[in-house]
């Protein structure tokens, strides 16, 4: 793969934090009236998983800032195009919003979809995870600036990752970190598996070399002291996992999450969209979804909506060009 592919060295989340700082309302001010009819609160994914959770947490705690009903509806199919469109195709009148994940930034470059993140109305990002850099206790590598110069100076191949399928956001996140060292996205061979507990089973069996998947993912290899989490692909460090630093802290110029935000239907109705987005940045900081959010693992992070927008535009940039070295972007 031709090395004139870039990625976009600007963390996907960089920048966007200071605007979404100054943003946020110095105290909700809510439409009044709204709603007057239960909301409907689409969820692109199925019940049980973690943006189901997080969608269920947020609409019961918009119930409390805002009276009146918001019901989760799972809209499930097509890798998440289904609940996706249902949110973006929705009348713009505040009664239907939804969760919308990282994946509206990598769907249209495959094919799926035609829908990009301008299709909506940004009304805050709620959490973002950052995939850890994670090596077996027995590694050689005990650091990640060592890891990054032997990986640097290895021949092609001869270092494995794994973490989920060929493609997925835990494979992408690999090859825009490859690419930002000005390596090839195929410099360390990955090997497709079906989610994070597999890979770390190769992990500390010797299969593999490395993980790119959450710390959350990773906790119970780490506590169990088969695995080490050596940095991580964030802006700054997270306070579940104070002690892991970042890629940045060790000169590697690269961070990705993946994400989820709450978004209307493009050119949503302005008071309806000012009134969720209020709740919002007061629900990020409200003891209720701190702890439901630490206690799985989960990070926080709230952007406020000109920032929400800002930080899905970036993430879209890098994953195209993640996609296309993968050779999985289509058109």
Same mark, same amino acid.
Request: proline share 5%; glycine share 12%.
């Given at each position: ?42 969820v692109p994914w199925g019940a049980g998983g973690g943006t189901d959770a997080t969608g269920r947490m947020i609409a019961?705690?918009?119930?409390? /800032? ?59 990002? #709620? ?10 206790? /027995? ?10 110069e032997a990986i640097k100076a290895s021949e092609p191949g001869t270092f494995k990752a794994s973490g989920t399928g ?7 996140? %690999? ?34 070399d490395l993980v790119t998947v959450s710390l959350a993912e990773t906790k119970a290899m780490v506590d169990a002291g ?5 940095? %991580? ?13 970042? %890629? ?7 961070? %990705? ?10 050119? #949503? ?23 439901? #959010? ?6 926080? /992070? ?8 800002? #930080? ?17 972007? /289509?058109?």
């Amino acid at each position: 793969m031709s090395k004139s592919i870039k990625v976009n060295r600007r963390s996907v989340l960089a920048g966007s934090a200071a605007l979404g700082a100054a943003a946020v309302l110095p105290g909700a001010v809510f439409a009044a009236g709204y709603p007057s009819r239960p909301v409907t609160v689409v969820v692109p994914w199925g019940a049980g998983g973690g943006t189901d959770a997080t969608g269920r947490m947020i609409a019961a705690l918009l119930e409390k /800032k805002l009276g009146g009903s918001f019901n989760v509806v799972n809209r499930t199919g097509g890798s998440g195009v289904v609940g996706h469109s249902a949110i973006a195709n929705a009348k713009p009148d505040g009664y239907t919003i939804g969760l919308v994940t990282v994946e509206i930034t990598m769907m249209h470059h495959v094919g799926l979809t035609d829908l990009t993140a301008e299709d909506y109305t940004p009304l805050g990002l #709620m959490n973002a995870d950052s995939p850890g850099v994670t090596v077996s206790s /027995k590694s050689d590598y005990q650091d990640i600036a060592s890891l990054a110069e032997a990986i640097k100076a290895s021949e092609p191949g001869t270092f494995k990752a794994s973490g989920t399928g060929q493609g997925g956001i835990w494979h992408l996140a %690999l090859i825009g970190w490859l690419l930002s060292m000005g390596l090839a996205p195929n410099h360390v061979t990955w090997v497709p598996s079906e989610g994070a507990a597999p890979a770390l089973q190769d992990l500390v069996a010797g299969g593999i070399d490395l993980v790119t998947v959450s710390l959350a993912e990773t906790k119970a290899m780490v506590d169990a002291g088969r695995a080490v989490n050596l940095g %991580l692909m964030a802006d700054e460090r997270v306070g579940s996992h104070p002690d892991v630093p970042t %890629l940045k802290e060790a000169g590697e110029e690269f961070s %990705l999450a993946t994400w989820r935000g709450v978004c209307g239907p493009k050119d #949503m109705d302005a008071a309806a969209a000012a009134a969720v987005s209020a709740a919002l940045s007061e629900i990020s900081t409200d003891p209720e979804f701190v702890e439901f #959010m630490n206690g799985r693992g989960f990070g926080i /992070k709230y952007l406020a909506p000109d920032a929400h927008a800002q #930080m899905m535009a970036q993430t879209d940039s890098v994953m195209a060009d993640a996609l296309a070295a993968a050779g999985l972007a /289509k058109g």
